[in-house]
């Protein structure tokens, strides 16, 4: 049987105590890795670029994407030499169905004939839904508010908010809601959110676009560009109003500003049309 000479055992002590030197940094290094990114460092939040034009912009190197302006019909913006108009979509676009395109031309058809504004939930004090309310521009800025096990997502718009649960499975069957239910993790420098159970009274962008309640959105977070920029990418996946997954991306500013106590008149008459906010049939309790 073979045994330590002390020469061996004077080596063994010195790779023991320097690796035990070495486990505090080896922790420290781990913790430092598993940190997540801090969102609610700025409580002034974050403002959406690109107001006065596609507030969805296609992701790089992902197709299909989000429903565009019709060429046809070009949006020009307020505060322009221009007349104003309505933002209309461009139907050619092949991942919608038959049943959303026709939805779409019916309210289109009104819009051209001056029967009506273009309806906005922004507008009509509605719930603007998930991904709708990333699908608008304007003042008013979205702030984070993060915690180990939720984190607040908040837009100063009507004072919105939505919750995300971290680190937990989605419920078995929940109730549609005008935010549905939203799941959450970390992924390095990213917030993930997954949201189901999503009301059909809302639409997926400004563009009017409905869903139904297969409807499935994955968020990704991150901030870039030194934390001057918040990026959001996102997929929308709804088997019953398009025949594709498709991605979007927005991009925020950091902004200086506080965020300010922000309240909207529920059915407020807009060109003289209420687009009274939908109400359940029946209660649910």
């Not at 104003?84 to 058809?109: C, G, H, Q």
């Not at 603007?128 to 699908?135: A, E, I, K, N, T």
Request: proline share 9%.
């Amino acid at each position: 049987m073979s045994s330590f000479t002390g020469r061996q055992r004077l080596l063994a002590g010195a790779i023991l105590a320097s690796l035990l030197g070495m486990a505090p940094m080896v922790s420290t290094l781990a913790q430092q890795q598993a940190a997540p990114p801090d969102f609610s460092s700025n409580l002034a939040g974050w403002i959406g670029l690109n107001g006065g034009g596609p507030f969805f912009e296609a992701a790089p190197g992902r197709v299909p994407g989000p429903v565009v302006s019709d060429p046809a019909h070009p949006f020009v913006p307020n505060g322009t030499d221009k007349q104003p108009t309505f933002r209309i979509a461009d139907l050619s676009n092949p991942n919608l169905m038959p049943w959303v395109k026709e939805y779409m031309k019916k309210d289109i058809d009104e819009i051209l004939a001056g029967k009506k504004p273009a309806f906005t939930a922004q507008s009509s004090c509605w719930p603007s839904g998930v991904p709708g309310f990333m699908g608008y521009g304007g003042p008013d800025p979205i702030v984070f508010l993060q915690t180990p096990k939720i984190v607040w997502l908040m837009w100063q718009e009507d004072n919105q908010s939505r919750r995300i649960y971290m680190n937990v499975p989605h419920s078995a069957n929940p109730k549609p809601s005008w935010y549905g239910e939203s799941v959450g993790r970390y992924e390095g420098d990213t917030l993930v959110i997954d949201t189901i159970g999503l009301s059909d009274k809302t639409f997926v962008d400004i563009y009017r676009t409905p869903h139904t309640e297969k409807l499935h959105v994955v968020e990704r977070w991150r901030m870039i560009d030194g934390g001057r920029m918040m990026e959001v990418i996102f997929t929308v996946e709804d088997t019953g109003a398009f025949y594709q997954p498709w991605t979007g991306m927005r991009r925020y500013r950091r902004v200086t500003q506080e965020a300010y106590e922000k309240i909207c008149a529920e059915n407020n008459t807009f060109n003289l049309i209420d687009y009274k906010v939908p109400s359940a049939e029946k209660p649910d309790f």
